[in-house]
């Protein structure tokens, strides 16, 4: 019985120093944004749960980046530089005139124009995806340029840690 006495407390004592504990002063509601430290500095950045990438526009049948989607490839890589922790998939979206073939090799030559973009931009490669989704995943439906133009693009889906 003695060494019951003795070593109950002492599990007890173990279970509940092992535990962890949820220190919330003030009654501060925790923040859901992930926190992460940059080696080169040391300085904790918050990284908000709602980023947005803007998506980038192409001609009918080409994969080069319009000069004005330059700006926007510059401002989704500047995002990207201040919060290192985040990855990209670049995702190819054509409209659905050509071949299934056709369309997802040019979503994928979208993609990777779009890719070669950010790393030139200073973003290192193992944080960017790619995937082409050929005509299959249209914004726009209906056989009119203007619904065409919206389907011709490369979404910029980010991937939190």
């Given amino acids: 019985m003695k060494k019951f006495a003795l070593i109950f407390p002492l599990v007890i004592l173990l ?30 950045v918050e990284v908000p749960p709602n980023i947005e990438l803007k998506s980038v526009y192409f001609d009918y049948d080409q994969h080069q980046i319009l000069p004005q989607y330059q700006q926007t490839m510059l401002e989704n890589a500047q995002i990207m530089q201040r919060y ?4 990209v998939r670049l995702e190819g979206n054509c409209d659905e005139r050509g071949t299934i073939e056709y369309n997802l090799a ?32 249209p914004v726009a439906l209906g056989n009119t340029e203007s619904n065409w133009r919206q389907n011709r693009r490369v979404d910029f889906k980010v991937i939190y840690p």
């Fill in 15 to 44: 279970l509940f120093s092992c535990t962890p504990k949820n220190i919330n002063n003030n009654n501060v509601v925790p923040d859901t944004t992930t926190t992460q430290i940059t080696p080169d500095t040391m300085t904790v």
């Fill in 84 to 87: 290192p922790s985040i990855k």
């Fill in 106 to 137: 040019l979503g994928q030559k979208r993609a990777d124009a779009c890719r070669s973009y950010l790393i030139s931009y200073g973003i290192a490669s193992d944080r960017i995806t790619t995937v082409s989704y050929g005509e299959q995943r």
